[in-house]
């Protein structure tokens, strides 16, 4: 009846802690490096950010922030960022990430709808944060990633090498508690917070490391592979496909603060990127770079495309650029509801976004009476899903 199901099994559904799901084999890999930044080479070993996890969370449960209290992170992607997330989750929070793009004023709209009570900022960004928190004007923990001129500001970096601090264990949730409230603005209006269940993000990270559709290789003690986060971690293509799914699978997440073309082909190459996440504009600069050549980009097998269709043509000039077959996946998703969709590894066909995901099923309807349409008619999208829930919504502002 023109209703999409998947082909694929439905996947285990599950009640657990986000924090405690992602990081749950990281035993498996305790020396392999978890996060690590591009520029400084500051990393953490999958062993260090589990214990930097729980005492991130013992130190906010010291801070008072309990379970239901807002975590708002005003971050550049670094390596700190995984560890200020999860162990936020960890205790029951709801963490709100914020684009640092924004002025002082449109943060500060963000603090209050969120009702922040502790904020988690970058040091480059300690003017304009500063800034919002003066217009806040309500009571906020302030924690800066390193040194800062702020009074009364905590540096983050210190509390996760502070081995006096006691380990906070995951809280026990239902699953339906708001683990990350990522704001968008849908189609119109100003940037809504989307509330995004442990049970919602839990399920969405097991479709998408589904083996018919996931590209990296299994970690082993000899094998990792490294991701290459240059997109920004307030986005859900970062939360979700880099961090969340990334350190579920051991794979190392290389933090790029702000995208440099004059070094991304170097970092590629240097980090031996297998599966390299893009956009449109990314694969076009690509393709138009003297740096991308043949040898600078030898370890990408895979190029996982987001926010818009690729475009046969580019596809097809980035492979005769590198001069070898590249897999080409792409996917569709959207804040509220998560990745529904991907390219199967045995199925790709530029332009398409892939076969829905475990357990989803979409159809289209015509929006002035309801009935389903067949192929090839527009109309709006329909989604069932594992990752939304009606108890999943848009936060205070409408």
């Not at 559904?13 to 990081?23: G, I």
């Amino acid at each position: 009846h023109n209703v999409v199901t998947s082909d694929f099994p439905d996947i285990e559904l599950t009640a657990t802690n986000l924090t405690s799901h992602v990081l749950k084999d990281a035993a498996e890999w305790p020396d392999h490096v978890a996060t690590e930044c591009a520029v400084t080479g500051r990393r953490y070993t999958y062993s260090q950010l589990v214990d930097r996890v729980a005492r991130w969370a013992g130190m906010l449960t010291q801070l008072g922030i309990s379970k239901g209290d807002v975590v708002a992170i005003i971050m550049l992607n670094c390596p700190e960022y995984p560890i200020a997330m999860l162990g936020g989750v960890s205790i029951g929070a709801t963490v709100t990430v914020v684009n640092t793009a924004y002025t002082p004023e449109e943060t500060l709209r963000q603090l209050q709808d969120s009702r922040a009570k502790l904020v988690i900022g970058d040091i480059t960004l300690e003017k304009k944060i500063e800034t919002s928190l003066v217009l806040y004007k309500m009571p906020t923990i302030l924690v800066m990633n390193g040194p800062s001129s702020i009074s009364g500001a905590l540096n983050l970096r210190e509390i996760l090498e502070d081995t006096s601090l006691p380990f906070k264990d995951c809280a026990e949730v239902t699953g339906e508690e708001v683990a990350l409230m990522p704001y968008s603005s849908g189609t119109t209006g100003n940037p809504k917070g989307v509330s995004l269940s442990h049970r919602a993000l839990a399920a969405n990270v097991n479709m998408i490391v589904h083996p018919s559709v996931f590209v990296p290789r299994e970690t082993t003690e000899s094998y990792q592979e490294s991701f290459l986060c240059y997109l920004p971690f307030f986005h859900i293509y970062g939360i979700l496909v880099k961090i969340l799914v990334g350190l579920r699978r051991g794979i190392k997440l290389v933090c790029v603060p702000k995208f440099n073309p004059d070094i991304f082909v170097k970092d590629v190459k240097q980090h031996k990127v297998r599966l390299l996440h893009t956009v449109p504009s990314v694969l076009n600069f690509l393709n138009h770079s003297p740096w991308s050549t043949p040898e600078a980009l030898a370890s990408v097998d895979a190029v996982l495309c987001g926010a818009a269709p690729v475009l046969a043509t580019s596809a097809t000039v980035f492979r005769e650029k590198i001069k070898k077959h590249i897999f080409f996946q792409e996917g569709y998703g959207l804040t509220e509801v998560l990745i529904t969709n991907l390219t199967p590894l045995e199925r790709e066909k530029i332009g398409w976004c892939g076969l829905v995901l475990p357990g989803v099923s979409a159809k289209i309807i015509d929006t002035l009476t309801g009935q389903i349409l067949s192929h090839n008619q527009s109309g709006e999208i329909c989604i069932k899903s594992p990752t939304f829930h009606p108890t999943d919504d848009v936060w205070i502002f409408p």
